[in-house]
């Protein structure tokens, strides 16, 4: 799994732009009314950590996925799991 700072998500996405990156927002439905993701030439994807294990079959495990959420921990959980499942193009939004 790489970790990503979001000033480096552009050219982490930049670099997978051929293989079609995801940007998983697993943040809760509440946060983001607080703080939310513009996608701008990405495709940005909300599922809530704990809906993860139950929603895989809507993530491709050959596509490129970097996982986001406020602080980095979840995502890096989230991260985990997918690398636990057989995902390869991983990174964490830290």
């Known amino acids: ?3 990503i700072r979001p000033a480096q998500l552009n050219d982490w996405l930049a670099q997978h ?8 927002d697993v943040r809760e439905p509440w946060e983001l ?5 513009r996608p701008d030439g990405f495709e940005l994807l909300h599922i809530p950590m704990q809906q993860i294990p139950a929603s ?3 993530l ?3 596509r490129p996925i970097a996982c986001l ?5 979840r995502s ?4 985990q799991f997918l690398e636990q499942q057989g995902y390869t193009q991983i990174a964490n939004v830290t």
Request: overall charge negative.
């Open 56 to 58: 895989l079959n809507q």
């Open 69 to 73: 959420c406020h602080h980095g921990m």
């Open 17 to 24: 732009a051929a293989e079609q990156p995801l940007v998983l």
């Open 1 to 3: 799994m790489n970790h």
């Open 60 to 62: 491709d495990d050959e």
């Open 76 to 79: 890096m959980h989230v991260a």
């Open 33 to 37: 009314q607080t703080a939310s993701v």
